[in-house]
């Protein structure tokens, strides 16, 4: 027996030779960063030039290319860091430890992968600025005219007021509106069934029309009819009614949503105490639930204040339909991009409320 163990080969755990420095990475990223740094200081050169020629003089404009050269040394921050690890993993290696070199190998590997993506993120930037500043400032002209922009932003602003009237009546209503469906999808037993029958179907057909479409069927065909209660509102009215019937179909899918992921358990505790099917979801249920609606909620709220731009399909002047207007006019796309301000000054502190607001959630759920 002994001596068939001794026969048997013996097997080694091979876990390689001495690891190098990263060299390769290491240069490669000061390449890199060489090669953007030139076109970023000739990306400024050109900005430079191009505000002297269209009459922008004074302290100003050489002391913003100043400031964003400065900007663009900063690179040299991470790839300072980058070149720290790399040789401090050179000086691991030649102490012959077999610990210490994969320790300072790794943390230059990092160090050199964060100089890429700074040099990666810098490329970006400097090819977006070639973009408009590309066939003589032509694509900032158009879209970034500030003299236009200037003048054109009091008549913007107004118009985006009717945008936020709609967006902010419209989520009034859908909040009341799709909580009304959800019941109603949730009515429970057979007496039920056709409230359940009728909600469903209100949800499956308006969640498959576009909304545009809606707006237009509402806006252009209910005045058509020549109802009296209806011939005299105004189009603002049919277009948060239209919104409000569209938007409300995919709102109550939340609701339910949210409403079903509470533990059954909690219902029927609720019902033995003596509670009623609407004092349970009154008390008990709806309660719980808002937490994990509150965040779907908000981004259907971004994505309808998005949507009030598609009013323009009626003639109702707002932002969108006023930079149309004055595009028309000036035959410059200036005050759209006006327009794409105001939606991204409204829109992102939401963005970012519900970011909050899931990190917290999931804190909670981590907690548990």
């Excluded at 690891?19 to 990306?43: C, H, K, M």
């Amino acid at each position: 027996m002994a001596e068939i163990f001794d026969s048997a080969p013996v097997r080694r755990l091979n876990i390689g030779g001495m690891p190098a420095a990263p060299t390769a990475l290491f240069l490669t990223a000061l390449v890199l960063a060489a090669a953007i740094l030139a076109a970023s200081l000739y990306t400024i050169e050109i900005l430079r030039a191009a505000l002297l020629q269209n009459g922008f003089a004074g302290w100003w404009v050489f002391g913003l290319s100043a400031l964003l050269a400065i900007a663009s040394f900063l690179i040299a921050l991470p790839l300072a860091r980058a070149f720290a690890g790399w040789r401090d993993a050179r000086h691991a290696v030649k102490r012959n430890d077999m610990v210490a070199p994969r320790a300072a190998r790794a943390q230059a590997q990092a160090r050199c992968w964060i100089a890429l993506g700074a040099v990666f993120a810098q490329f970006v930037v400097v090819l977006l600025a070639q973009f408009l500043l590309a066939n003589n400032q032509a694509v900032a002209r158009t879209f970034f005219f500030v003299p236009l922009m200037a003048d054109t932003f009091p008549l913007v602003l107004k118009a985006f007021w009717i945008n936020v009237e709609i967006f902010t009546v419209t989520e009034i209503l859908v909040l009341v509106w799709g909580l009304v469906v959800a019941l109603a999808m949730l009515a429970p037993g057979a007496a039920g069934r056709p409230l359940r029958l009728i909600a469903s179907t209100y949800v499956d057909i308006f969640r498959a029309v576009p909304a545009v479409l809606m707006i237009y069927l509402v806006g252009f065909g209910v005045p058509l009819t020549g109802v009296p209660l209806f011939k005299d509102m105004s189009l603002v009215t049919f277009v948060i009614v239209a919104l409000t019937l569209t938007v409300g179909a995919y709102t109550a899918e939340i609701y339910r949503a949210g409403i079903l992921s509470i533990h059954w358990s909690q219902a029927a505790a609720a019902r033995s105490l003596g509670l009623t099917h609407m004092q349970a979801l009154r008390h008990v249920i709806v309660p719980q639930a808002v937490r994990q609606m509150i965040p779907p909620l908000l981004n259907e709220f971004i994505a309808l204040q998005k949507d009030t731009a598609l009013v323009s399909v009626v003639g109702v002047i707002d932002a969108f339909n006023q930079s149309m207007l004055i595009a028309t006019n000036h035959y410059n796309l200036s005050a759209a991009t006006s327009v794409a301000l105001l939606f991204i000054l409204i829109s992102i502190p939401q963005s970012h409320l519900l970011e909050r607001m899931m990190q917290r959630d999931r804190a909670r759920l981590r907690a548990r």
